[in-house]
């Protein structure tokens, strides 16, 4: 695999933005000598394990800890018994989390293989799993249920009957969250269209899998306080969060996010952090937990499953009068993003597409199976396969070209969204805008780039054997930037006497770039160079609040936090120059580094930052600014595709694929092209081969690297990516977001890829082998 990418440039002169920039942190990873948070642990920490369910759905009768304590270097063994009972969600959202806190530390109840039983604490890994596997449970089996439509129905078991849990919709029902939106009259518009459509599509289980699995080690400092070393996309909510179950003031809690090995949605969460820092708390000693491979897969938090059904209006003009998405997510065992994650399913895909009227239904449902969270799209990936794959399948039986079909009911810039208002993430939105919109500019560019030119929206031909076809397919989307309303982030920047910066933020690199991106902006509005940029990131005690790293909001809301205190720092500075050369601030020109008089003479700004250390009128120019989102630009995408099937295996192969994304400005190319090459690997994988695979007892199959199917470099074709600026005037320097859009067309792209060259319809993901095949057998191929 390679991929080659192009950026349409919108047209600006900087110094440091929109320049390929090595990253800040690029030397110190490539060497080994970043620190990840396994390598904080010293010799002396212990190692704590979690003992798991074997069983889907129980009640703890008896845990005999005995065997276990008798290990030599066992410290202790934890059960619901010695913990404190304190219902909360392990979802890492702004307080007060919209997802129902239905968790507790440990529970006298399991809902699904591999819950948390309880945990071995002692002096080292191997002891503490020899320990673990002889602590005897004894379990009251209970009925389980494992399909979400089935746990809704009378007389199916009730998975959350504990008093104490609140927020969650209707739990006798197993329904975690309900959700329901509607602008305009729906039925009277389907009721005036020529033609209604519907179709059904459904989505798998699908994990992140992080090249470092979740991590964390927690001690205590000198002063008694609680340190929290781990792989977190959320510091600043982890902090928050272990503190209210440990019941200690927060003050007393340190959280720090050192350099991360990938995350993707699943470290927006309290994995480790709860137990991990109870440990440490309880102990006095420093403690380290890590997950196992195989526990990555199912303790964690991986994409929700759903069944999406779309219902569509048209005119014979090919019109959209109404619109409907009606979704039932399957959230597992416990409801973390249970409301928010298919909230933005439809929030991200319906207004793509005008239409006089909306609504759109979705309940997340309680089963015991593993839980579901976040992920790279947070909804929007199920609700664009499910979007994008029905509006192809509309146009045909139409007998309208998709892409003309599109284009004509395309929401454009001066369009408002009909349903942000309605339709935020768990409560009602905020009005959107759409002041840019590049998609047809993105449709041009991937369009284009796949066979040579822009393809029409039907057609297969042969491939080089007989028992292969080809063809091409394309889908079309658009995201958000950020969550309106919720999303808030400060920095800091304070000046040295040698005219370097630091820049202190809460906002957390996941390997994505952003200590880079945000240290480039600050430069900047500064005039130095990025070298001149110290960058200090994620540490609940000397950077400023953060959400964190999701909902594609740090380029756009902490960005904004950082130019807003870069212009703060400069114009302190503008003062001091004044005062050096005896002229009034306001008639200084700040240009390329320096200052510039009316009479011709410059002041380097790495001289002005001496002078205010040491001059007349010394001072510390430290500056902090925040920033509360209010809105939400979107980006938009276009992902075509062409793919290779065998009739004969039922093999799926991506031969060409080419995906353009509007990002408003893009302060680092580099690091953009990596973000779209790295959504359509994933994309790839998603749509292809990634599935976790059950048993009816309801353990997983597939555990494992060599089990489950990720595409890897071998699989994929070379990728084209590119870059569509359009200058969003809201965002810093005219940013909106990367991070997940380019996410979230690619298995619609290849599934009507895969219809263009053999006439079958594929409304279930992963499309394997098997799928492919028994559908190609259906239809007589």
């Given amino acids: 695999m390679k991929h080659e990418g192009v950026t349409v440039m919108a047209g600006a002169d900087f110094r440091v933005v929109s320049k390929r920039l090595p990253k800040v942190d690029g030397r110190s ?43 030599p270097g066992v410290e202790l063994v934890l059960t619901h018994e010695d913990v404190p009972r304190i219902p909360f ?24 293989v591999g819950d948390r039983v309880a945990v071995v604490v002692a002096r080292d890994r191997l002891t503490a799993e020899r320990a673990a596997r002889l602590v005897r449970v004894e379990y009251e089996i209970l009925p389980a249920v494992y399909d979400p439509e089935a746990a809704m129905r009378e007389g199916a078991p009730v998975i959350h009957d504990e008093p104490d849990a609140t927020g969650i919709h209707e739990a006798s029902r197993n329904i975690a969250a309900s959700i329901y939106a509607e602008v305009g009259d729906v039925d009277a518009e389907l009721g005036k269209a020529d033609f209604v459509f519907e179709h059904t599509y459904f989505s798998q289980y699908e994990q992140q899998v992080p090249m470092e699995p979740h991590v964390t080690y927690a001690y205590l400092d000198e002063s008694g306080r609680l340190v929290i070393i781990t792989a ?33 949605g699943v470290k927006q969460e309290v ?28 303790g964690t938090r991986p994409r929700h499953p759903m069944k999406l059904t779309c219902r569509t209006g048209v005119m014979k003009d090919g019109t959209i009068t109404a619109n409907e998405m009606r979704v039932i997510a399957n959230t ?107 998609i047809e500019e993105c449709i041009r560019l991937a369009g284009g780039a796949v066979g040579g ?72 509005v500064l005039g130095v160079s990025l070298d001149d940029v110290v960058v200090y990131s994620s540490d609940t005690d000397f950077t400023p609040f953060d959400v964190g790293a999701y ?62 250390f040491y001059g007349e009128s010394k001072q510390q120019i430290s500056e902090t600014a925040s920033f509360l989102n209010l809105d939400c630009p979107p980006p938009f995408g276009a992902c075509f595709a062409e793919v290779e099937v065998d009739l004969d295996t039922g093999m799926v192969r991506v031969t060409d694929i080419a995906s353009a994304v509007d990002v408003g400005r893009a302060i680092n190319p580099d690091l953009v092209e990596g973000q779209i090459v790295g959504s359509v690997a994933m994309g790839i994988g998603y749509a292809l081969t990634e599935e976790m695979l059950f048993s009816a007892e309801g353990r997983m199959l597939n555990a494992s690297l060599l089990d489950y199917k990720i595409a890897s470099s071998l699989d994929l074709p070379d990728i084209k990516a590119f870059i569509v600026e359009t200058v969003e005037p809201s965002g810093p320097f005219g940013v909106k977001s990367v991070g997940e859009v380019g996410m979230d067309p690619i298995a619609p792209a290849i599934a009507n890829a895969v219809f263009n060259a053999t006439g079958v319809r594929l409304r279930e993901l992963p499309m394997t082998p098997e799928r492919v095949l028994a559908a190609l057998r259906e239809a007589g191929l």
Avoid: W
């Fill in 271 to 298: 994995i480790l952090e709860d137990l991990c820092g109870h440990i440490a708390l309880r102990t006095g000693k420093p403690v380290l937990m890590e997950l196992s491979r195989e526990e990555e897969f199912y």
């Fill in 551 to 612: 909902a594609s909001s740090t380029t756009y809301v902490s960005g904004t936090a950082v130019v807003r205190a870069a212009e703060k720092v400069r114009e302190k500075l503008r003062l001091v120059a004044a005062d050096l050369a005896g002229v009034a601030a306001e008639s200084l020109v700040f240009e390329g580094g320096k200052f510039r008089t009316p009479d011709g003479r410059s002041l380097d700004i790495r001289d002005v930052a001496l002078k205010s």
């Fill in 453 to 524: 030119k822009e393809p029409p929206g039907a057609g297969s031909g042969a491939g080089p054997f007989t028992r292969t076809r080809r063809g091409v397919g394309f889908a079309l989307c658009m995201h958000g930037t950020g969550i309106p309303g919720d999303d808030m982030a400060g920095a800091t920047v304070k000046v040295n006497e040698d005219g370097s910066f630091n820049l202190l933020i809460g906002a957390t690199d996941l390997g994505t770039g952003s200590d880079t991106i945000l240290g480039q902006m600050a430069a900047e």
């Fill in 29 to 71: 990873i490539v060497l080994g000598e970043a620190r990840y948070t396994k390598d904080f642990a010293g010799e002396d920490a212990l190692f704590a394990k979690i003992v798991r369910s074997p069983h889907a759905h129980a009640r703890l009768k008896k845990i005999d800890r005995t065997e276990a304590l008798a290990v």
């Fill in 332 to 438: 597992g065992s416990y409801g973390s993003h249970g409301l928010t994650v298919p909230s933005n399913t439809g929030s991200k895909s319906l207004p793509l597409y005008r239409a006089r009227a909306m609504r759109y239904v979705a309940e997340a449902v309680y089963t015991n199976l593993p839980v579901a969270g976040a992920f790279r799209g947070y909804g929007a990936p199920q609700g664009y396969f499910a979007m994008e794959c029905h509006m192809d399948e509309v146009a045909r039986e139409m007998g309208m070209d998709p892409l003309e079909f599109k284009r004509r009911n395309l929401v454009r810039a001066g369009d408002v969204d009909p349903i942000a208002v309605k339709l935020g993430e768990g409560k009602e939105g905020f009005e959107r805008e759409i002041r840019t919109c590049g």
């Fill in 89 to 112: 969600t392990t979802a890492g959202q702004n307080y007060p989390e919209p997802s129902p806190y239905d968790t507790f530390m440990l529970d006298s109840k399991v809902r699904f």
């Fill in 232 to 264: 977190t996309q959320v510091p600043f909510h982890v902090r928050r969060i272990v503190a209210r179950v440990n019941d200690v003031p927060i003050s007393r809690v340190r959280v720090i996010k050192p350099r991360i090995g990938g995350a993707f």
